[in-house]
């Protein structure tokens, strides 16, 4: 089936999903059975799938059939399932995490949600569903959603989600407001009479608040929708896997008024699946780097304490700081740099693996990670680089800092890995060839032709010069020096 080969590619995403079973144990038999439809484009459908399946799992006892198809069809592409006579009937809830908004028969349309009526089977919307079948004349798909949007914001941000119903049992655990790591706010032209509200996050295009969390009812069909989760580091947080969860048990009428499972109905409470295969505990967010299994033999090591600056050096009164954990470099318009500047180990390291995460907040300018080089004055900046840069992530490739410039570009591999946020990365530096991994995936294997200039040197983390606002993060940072020739973050 083509869904399985294309989860098992994804298997490497997912470090390790967090528990939320409410500790009560599990049956062994999962009760429900669950369709994932996914597929069209704009979206890593094939680690969404892996998501959504086992996060879901986790939480709610839950098997899954997975229907993933038309990624490169274009926008006009009919999911085949559709097609069969009472294709619904084996499932108890069916999860629509499709996007193919150019159909126009509305025959088909209409098709998809009679099944849905005939059946009384629960459905689930997640983000492009409430896009796809737009193009139809026909308003029985957004009837059956409860919501109508046919756009979006311009910009990808961060959104602040706020609980509108702190008393319904999906929202009853959900935070009073809630951050995304990322996110693409769809516009809500028109809520359908039978739609309630959960959640909204403010829109500074249209000055309202456009609901991005919902439940509703029609002709019998008890609904759930979130326009939340175009990017896969917002749907592997703990508050949307959580609330899809709630929101999936109440659609199936299995969630208490406490927003808890009813008896029989929690999940595996098992993480099966960790980064490269390698089990180690049960690590999220910026515990990831210490999660990834280094091979016998290395001995890994924390660069970064997640307290304070010790063992680094660099304009740490200007420009670096550290909040929650994370080392943040970043500059006002007042006083952006000239020069790029650097905060540096004061160890050097030659051959090495090293594992961490990058997160662009602000400006699109690219930073990235100084390796093989040295210390350098330039422009009156003091602790500037010169060396090989691993850049992130709006400029993927390497550079030569200050001989040789651009020495390696992407060729489309990691603007493809690229998450939009938290990405998680892995350097693999000997010799004279840089391996570099991506969110599970290896974008790039270089070697320098040059091999005097990949010398000993310290590591360096890039705030880029600039004129305006710029906010980079760093997280992780774990490092084993003389490691062995491969990758540990891509399975194999």
Request: charged letters at 25%; one cysteine or more.
């Amino acid at each position: 089936m083509e869904s399985l080969a294309r989860t098992q590619i994804a298997v490497a995403f997912v470090a390790v999903l967090s528990l939320t079973a409410q500790g009560l144990a599990a049956d062994a038999k999962p009760k429900l059975k669950g369709l994932l439809v996914a597929g069209g484009c704009c979206h890593d459908y094939p680690r969404q799938n892996l998501i959504i399946t086992e996060g879901l799992s986790q939480r709610v006892s839950i098997e899954w059939d997975i229907v993933h198809e038309g990624d490169k069809a274009g926008r006009d592409y009919r999911v085949s399932i559709y097609s069969n006579k009472k294709w619904i009937d084996r499932y108890d809830v069916v999860v629509h995490n499709e996007c193919f908004g150019g159909i126009t028969d509305v025959s088909f349309v209409e098709s998809i949600v009679n099944e849905h009526k005939r059946s009384g089977v629960p459905a689930v919307f997640v983000h492009c569903a409430m896009h796809s079948y737009r193009a139809a004349e026909t308003d029985e798909w957004r009837k059956l959603l409860g919501v109508t949007s046919r756009r979006h914001e311009r910009a990808k941000r961060q959104l602040e989600v706020r609980n509108l119903m702190a008393d319904h049992p999906i929202m009853a655990a959900f935070p009073k407001t809630w951050t995304t790591p990322n996110g693409e706010l769809y516009v809500i032209e028109n809520l359908w009479p039978s739609c309630k509200p959960l959640a909204a996050a403010y829109s500074p295009e249209t000055k309202s608040d456009q609901p991005c969390i919902w439940i509703n009812e029609y002709e019998g069909v008890r609904v759930f929708g979130t326009t939340l989760g175009h990017h896969n580091e917002t749907m592997i947080a703990d508050e949307w896997l959580d609330t899809v969860s709630r929101g999936v048990l109440w659609s199936i009428g299995k969630l208490n008024d406490e927003g808890k499972p009813m008896k029989g109905f929690v999940g595996s409470g098992k993480a099966p699946f960790s980064f490269a295969k390698a089990a180690s505990g049960s690590p999220t967010g910026a515990d990831w780097s210490k999660s990834v299994k280094f091979p016998k033999g290395e001995k890994p090591v924390a660069l970064f304490n997640g307290k304070n600056l010790t063992g680094w050096e660099g304009h740490t009164d200007k420009y670096f700081s550290i909040k929650d954990g994370v080392i943040v470099a970043k500059n006002s318009e007042e006083n952006a740099p000239k020069v790029s500047t650097y905060l540096l180990t004061k160890k050097k390291y030659r051959n090495f693996r090293l594992v961490y995460e990058g997160k662009l907040v602000q400006s699109k300018m690219h930073s990235g990670i100084a390796i093989w080089g040295k210390k350098f004055d330039k422009g009156n900046e003091t602790h500037s680089y010169q060396g090989h840069l691993v850049m992130f992530p709006s400029n993927w490739g390497f550079w030569d800092l200050y001989r040789r410039n651009g020495i390696y570009r992407d060729d489309g591999r990691a603007k493809k890995a690229d998450n939009g946020g938290w990405n998680r990365m892995e350097i693999l530096a000997v010799g004279n060839r840089i391996r570099f991994a991506v969110n599970g995936m290896e974008v790039a294997d270089w070697e320098d032709p040059m091999p005097e200039f990949c010398g000993e040197g310290p590591i360096g983390l890039q705030l880029h010069s600039n004129k305006v606002p710029q906010e980079v993060q760093f997280r992780g940072l774990i490092l084993s020096e003389n490691p062995e020739e491969r990758l540990v973050t891509v399975a194999d």
